[in-house]
C-alpha cells in the first residue's frame, strides 16, 4: 500500500489568503497545505479521500493517471467541491468516477452538483456513479474493502476509512467506543489536528494527541492543520515520538 498525502491543510489552506502570519509568509513547503485529502494506491486501485477545492492541482501534482473510486468523509466545502474536475478521468478512460458517499452526502452532492445529475446532463458534464456507505457494511472498490470508520464532526456525523493497517480520520472532534474499536490495532493513523485552541468541530493537537493516546498506533500524521498551529519545524520536535504534521506530498509505504 502507498499513501500520498495530497493535502493536509484546514478549510481555508495555508497560506491562508490576506495574512502575513509567520506560517503563511514560511518559504517552508511543510508549511504550505492545500485542502486536507488522501491517496491510497492499494491492490491495484488508487482511491482517493475527498475532492476539495484543491482537487485538480492535487491529481496533477502527484501525477494521477486513473481514479478507482473517490470516498467522501462529509459534505463540507473543503472536501467536495472539486468534484467537477473529474471530467478528464472520464474523458481518458470512457467511465464514470464511482463516487461513496452517506446519503445525508449524497442529496447534498445532488444539490451543489444539480448539473451532474441532471436527467438529461449536458454533453461534457462529469459523469458520476455514487455508491453508498453504510457504517455497518465494508465498502467494496473492485474486489478491495474499506472500512467505515463513524466518527463526529461536532454535530455532524462523518465518515473515516481503514484500510487494513492505515486509518484515515479528518474532520472529527470525538469518536464513540464501539466506533474507536474498530479503530484500534491501526499501525498508522492520519487524525484531524486543527490548531492549539478549542474549536467546536475538530480536535485540537492536545485532544489529538489523546486520542493517539488511546489508539496506540506505530506512527500517527496530524492534518487539517490550520496557520494557528505554527511553522512546521517548530511544531514537530514539540510532539510525542511517533506524532508528526503531515504535509502535502508526505507518501508512504505500508
Ligand atoms: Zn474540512
Ligand atoms: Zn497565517
Ligand atoms: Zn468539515
Known amino acids: 500500500m502507498k499513501i500520498t498525502f495530497l493535502g493536509t491543510g ?19 513547503p511543510k508549511d504550505n497545505r492545500l485542502r486536507t485529502s488522501a491517496m491510497i494506491e492499494w491492490n491495484g486501485k488508487v482511491i482517493i479521500i475527498d475532492a476539495g477545492p484543491d482537487f485538480r492541482q492535487q491529481l496533477l501534482r502527484a501525477n494521477v493517471q486513473d481514479v ?3 470516498l467522501m468523509t462529509h459534505e463540507h466545502n473543503d472536501h467536495i467541491i472539486g468534484l467537477d474536475d473529474v471530467r478528464p478521468l472520464n474523458f481518458k478512460h470512457k467511465k464514470h468516477m464511482p463516487v461513496y458517499a452517506e446519503p445525508r452526502v449524497q442529496a447534498e452532492l445532488k444539490t451543489r452538483f444539480s448539473y451532474i445529475f ?20 465494508d465498502i467494496d472498490v473492485d474486489g478491495v474493502l474499506v472500512k467505515p470508520i463513524r466518527a463526529m464532526h ?23 467506543p464501539e466506533d474507536l474499536a474498530k479503530v484500534k490495532g ?43 498551529m505554527g511553522l512546521a519545524k517548530k511544531v514537530n520536535p514539540s510532539l510525542p515520538e511517533g506524532v508528526e504534521l503531515a504535509y502535502d506530498g508526505l507518501t508512504i509505504a505500508l
Not at 461536532?154 to 464513540?176: C, H, M, N, Q, W
Open 118 to 137: 441532471d436527467k438529461n446532463p449536458y454533453p461534457g458534464a462529469p459523469r458520476i456513479i455514487l455508491q453508498n456507505i453504510d457504517n455497518q457494511i
Open 154 to 176: 461536532g454535530t455532524l456525523p462523518v465518515f473515516g476509512f481503514r484500510f487494513e493497517d492505515f486509518t484515515y480520520l479528518t474532520d472529527v472532534k470525538s469518536i464513540a
Open 68 to 70: 478507482s473510486a473517490i
Open 10 to 28: 484546514t478549510s481555508q489552506g495555508v497560506p491562508v489568503i490576506g495574512c502575513d502570519c509567520e506560517v503563511c509568509i514560511s518559504t517552508d
Open 186 to 228: 491501526t499501525k498508522l493513523l492520519a487524525i484531524d489536528a486543527l490548531h492549539h485552541s478549542e474549536h467546536h468541530a475538530h480536535l485540537n493537537l492536545e485532544q489529538a494527541l489523546a486520542l493517539i493516546k488511546i489508539i496506540q498506533p506505530e506512527q500517527a500524521y496530524l492534518i487539517h492543520v490550520s496557520h494557528r
